[in-house]
């Protein structure tokens, strides 16, 4: 078993999800994907991800939906919202439910693996408990 962070990739886009793995992996991270809402909560549910790359607008269970039920969880990965969808609501909804950040899809990987190894660090923060009061665990 590794101890090396875990990467899940939720999107409805193919395309996207190969990409993204193939990416993430010449990075040197572990990364899995799922096509869909459902498919990670049940993979959140059995494994420890550690961050989740979440798209914003998905058929059957969009990102708001999964970002709720990751909420009833007594533990949780850091979420990084990505999405096609500009808007000026979305990444303040998506901070105020719990998400580390929020980025519009295309970013270059440069700024997309930052923002994977300050949501890691949080998550550690978290783990050893030095997050914020109320930000789960």
């Not at 572990?30 to 550690?50: F, H, T």
């Not at 970002?67 to 990965?77: G, S, V």
């Not at 990505?82 to 440069?110: E, F, N, R, W």
């Not at 693996?113 to 109320?134: D, H, N, Q, V, Y």
Request: net charge neutral; charged share 25%.
């Amino acid at each position: 078993m590794t101890n090396d962070p875990l990467i899940l990739v939720v999107d409805d886009e193919v395309r996207f999800r190969t990409n993204m793995l193939r990416l993430l992996g010449l990075s040197g991270l572990r990364a899995m994907a799922a096509a869909g809402g459902r498919e990670a909560l049940g993979i959140v549910d059995s494994l420890p991800v550690d961050v989740l790359l979440l798209d914003m607008k998905m058929p059957g269970m969009n990102g708001d939906e999964v970002m709720a039920e990751l909420a009833k969880r007594p533990t949780r990965p850091e979420v990084i919202f990505l999405s096609g969808h500009a808007s000026l609501d979305l990444p303040l909804d998506a901070v105020c439910q719990g998400a580390s950040d929020y980025l519009i899809k295309p970013c270059t990987m440069d700024v997309l693996l930052a923002k994977i190894e300050s949501a890691m660090e949080r998550r550690r923060a978290r783990r050893t408990g030095l997050g914020r009061p109320g930000s789960g665990t």
